[in-house]
């Protein structure tokens, strides 16, 4: 599959919802633009979500810190349901998540 393409770009989604992480380095400097993509597909179940949605939700706490440390800044965008990964980390009851996510934004904000 060619890297930026949509099908390319959800697999990265898929292997960070299945718990992986191996791969995400080097699509993420095969296809910079990844850090920001949205599953646009219609009738998908991951309508909305970015690469931060899958790692929030799925409790992948390696590819949170990746696309964190990888400039995956849209933690509050928000999914076909209105909710951000953030909101995913608290209704899911995932301390480490949200802590991860708020570190992040301090150090964000430390550098501005």
Excluded at 11 to 38: C, F, H, T
Excluded at 51 to 70: P, Y
Excluded at 83 to 101: A, H, N, Q, R, T
């Amino acid at each position: 599959m060619q890297p930026g393409g949509e099908m390319w770009r959800k697999d990265a989604l898929y292997e960070i919802m299945d718990g992986k992480s191996n791969s995400l380095v080097r699509m993420l400097e095969q296809d910079p633009d990844l850090k920001k993509w949205r599953c646009k597909q219609v009738g998908d179940e991951c309508l909305g979500f970015t690469l931060l949605h899958g790692a929030v939700r799925f409790g992948n706490k390696t590819a949170l810190k990746i696309l964190l440390d990888n400039g995956a800044v849209f933690i509050l965008a928000k999914d076909k349901m209105g909710k951000s990964p953030f909101d995913w980390g608290i209704l899911e009851s995932e301390p480490l998540m949200v802590d991860m996510i708020m570190v992040w934004i301090i150090r964000r904000r430390q550098r501005l």
